[in-house]
């Protein structure tokens, strides 16, 4: 796009890209790469920082590892597959890109993702907003009488905490508990009207999960791991994820 | 599950509401749900509850779609890792997909497409309200209340309210 070629001094090794190959099935067909630019013609991430998927992957290619690992694009990417989805040869940019962001210290990283990551681990609940186990249960509760009381025909309307044997477990992002909690409450009336058997969980309620983001390996995986027992702790068949 | 509850008839809605008022609504396929997840079968279902609640012919699809749609960049932590500008560049192209619609209401049916569809249309002149499907579900059902349509435009705040005497 205008910019000056890169040049490559002699032969480097892509010590990088090839560890990323062995983490993934097939190698992530990293080496496959028709250089067709069908990747970056649909990417909205194009242009960003003067980077974009398929020169990520090139750079990648012909070992500019210092290049690559340094660059701030792959915070712009949001890891949204649709590179993967267009390319002929199915290459999996976004491990790639994910797989760089893990290499980054810690300190380096944006704050706003490893803040929200702490956060989550500060609590049983996964919160990145830190909303405690506490004040969910009081939230839920008090909504739930208010609208029982305001909507009549909603007197009989049910949003149980860790009612053991539902058939769903409902998570929920913090932000309708923390600062819009009448946001809950269509949702709570449609499951109602469909009849369905669900329960929220004070452990491992919070649906987000920024140590994802992060790439932080160790703590986004404890934070699945986190909320899956509580689902198996209340016996519940399906973990339902909301809109 | 709002799709197969409205098949089974658990659910009823009515796009009766908008029969007069014609607003047209567009929706965003969450990268999330639909691509990376669940496929195009989901966005499918997706469609068969839209219509179901706004109207068919009050479903405008925005191109690409489904699958092959673009992200609205509100995905992978972007909406906190400070790349305001880089983001909101990065959403542009959706921004600009919805334009080329003219529907005045974007459907985001993903708390992250919510968020960052919300402050493009914040960036781009308010030219159209970012709402879920749960609170139009709610509106053609006939329940939904007045606290419960913060994100509604003022066209639709007094449509249809349900127990309007509790608006707090």
Same mark, same amino acid.
């Given at each position: 796009?205008?910019?000056?070629?890169?040049?490559?001094?002699?032969a480097?090794?892509?010590? %990088?890209?090839?560890?990323? *190959?062995? &983490?993934?099935?097939?190698?992530?067909?990293?080496?496959?790469?028709?250089?067709?630019?069908?990747?970056?013609?649909?990417? $909205?991430?194009?242009?960003?920082?003067? *980077?974009?998927?398929?020169?990520?992957?090139? *750079? +990648?290619?012909? =070992?500019?590892?210092?290049?690559?690992?340094?660059?701030?694009?792959?915070?712009?990417c949001?890891?949204?597959?649709?590179?993967?989805?267009?390319? $002929?040869?199915?290459?999996?940019?976004?491990?790639?890109?994910f797989?760089?962001?893990?290499?980054?210290?810690?300190?380096?990283?944006?704050?706003?993702?490893?803040?929200?990551?702490?956060?989550?681990?500060?609590?049983d609940?996964?919160?990145?907003?830190?909303?405690?186990?506490?004040?969910?249960?009081?939230?839920?509760?008090?909504?739930?009488?208010?609208?029982?009381?305001?909507?009549?025909?909603?007197?009989? *309307?049910?949003?149980?905490?860790?009612?053991?044997?539902?058939?769903? %477990?409902?998570?929920?992002?913090?932000?309708e508990?923390?600062?819009?909690?009448?946001?809950?409450?269509?949702?709570?009336?449609?499951?109602?009207?469909? !009849?369905?058997?669900?329960?929220? !969980?004070?452990? #491992?309620?919070?649906?987000?999960?920024?140590?994802? %983001?992060?790439?932080?390996?160790?703590?986004?995986?404890?934070?699945?791991? &986190?909320k899956?027992?509580?689902?198996?702790?209340?016996?519940?068949?399906?973990? &339902?994820?909301?809109? | 599950?709002?799709?197969?509850?409205?098949?089974? #008839?658990? &659910?009823?809605?009515?796009?009766?509401?908008?029969?007069?008022?014609?607003?047209?609504?567009?929706?965003?396929? $969450?990268?999330?749900? @639909?691509?990376?997840?669940l496929?195009?079968?989901? +966005?499918? /279902?997706?469609?068969?509850?839209?219509?179901?609640?706004?109207?068919?012919?009050? %479903?405008?699809?925005?191109? $690409?779609?489904?699958?092959?749609?673009?992200?609205c960049?509100?995905?992978? !932590?972007?909406?906190?890792? !400070?790349?305001?500008?880089?983001?909101?560049?990065?959403?542009?192209?959706?921004?600009?997909?919805?334009?080329?619609?003219?529907?005045?209401?974007?459907?985001?049916?993903?708390?992250?497409?919510?968020?960052?569809?919300? /402050?493009?249309?914040?960036?781009?002149?308010?030219?159209?309200?970012? @709402?879920?499907?749960?609170?139009?579900?709610?509106?053609?059902?006939?329940?939904? =209340?007045p606290?419960?349509?913060?994100?509604?435009?003022?066209?639709?705040?007094?449509? /249809?309210?349900?127990?309007?005497?509790?608006?707090?």
């Amino acid at each position: 796009m205008g910019d000056t070629a890169i040049k490559i001094g002699g032969a480097r090794k892509s010590v %990088f890209k090839d560890k990323v *190959m062995k &983490l993934l099935p097939e190698g992530g067909n990293l080496n496959a790469c028709l250089t067709c630019g069908a990747c970056a013609s649909g990417c $909205p991430a194009t242009g960003l920082d003067g *980077m974009d998927p398929r020169k990520f992957l090139r *750079m +990648a290619a012909l =070992g500019m590892d210092e290049e690559i690992l340094s660059s701030n694009w792959v915070w712009m990417c949001s890891m949204c597959t649709r590179c993967m989805y267009v390319c $002929p040869m199915q290459i999996n940019i976004p491990q790639l890109v994910f797989n760089a962001r893990a290499t980054w210290a810690k300190e380096d990283k944006p704050k706003g993702i490893t803040s929200s990551c702490d956060m989550a681990l500060r609590n049983d609940t996964c919160s990145a907003m830190g909303a405690t186990e506490e004040d969910f249960e009081f939230v839920i509760g008090d909504v739930l009488e208010e609208y029982q009381e305001s909507q009549p025909e909603f007197a009989e *309307m049910t949003a149980d905490v860790n009612r053991k044997g539902a058939y769903y %477990f409902l998570n929920q992002n913090s932000r309708e508990p923390v600062t819009e909690p009448d946001e809950m409450v269509p949702l709570w009336k449609i499951l109602h009207l469909a !009849g369905a058997d669900w329960t929220y !969980g004070t452990k #491992g309620w919070a649906a987000e999960n920024y140590c994802l %983001f992060s790439a932080d390996n160790e703590n986004w995986e404890k934070i699945v791991r &986190l909320k899956a027992k509580a689902v198996e702790d209340l016996g519940c068949k399906v973990w &339902l994820n909301t809109e | 599950m709002y799709a197969e509850w409205i098949r089974e #008839g658990k &659910l009823k809605p009515s796009s009766d509401w908008n029969k007069e008022r014609q607003i047209k609504f567009t929706l965003q396929d $969450p990268c999330q749900l @639909v691509r990376k997840t669940l496929g195009d079968p989901v +966005a499918e /279902d997706m469609r068969y509850v839209v219509k179901a609640i706004v109207g068919e012919e009050n %479903f405008i699809d925005m191109t $690409p779609n489904r699958s092959n749609n673009f992200c609205c960049g509100g995905g992978g !932590g972007y909406l906190q890792s !400070g790349f305001t500008e880089q983001r909101r560049a990065y959403g542009q192209t959706k921004a600009n997909q919805i334009l080329a619609t003219k529907a005045p209401y974007c459907i985001t049916p993903c708390h992250n497409c919510h968020a960052q569809v919300h /402050d493009m249309s914040e960036v781009n002149d308010h030219a159209w309200e970012t @709402v879920h499907i749960w609170t139009l579900l709610n509106l053609s059902l006939g329940i939904l =209340g007045p606290n419960e349509r913060t994100y509604l435009g003022e066209d639709l705040k007094d449509v /249809d309210v349900f127990h309007p005497e509790s608006e707090m």
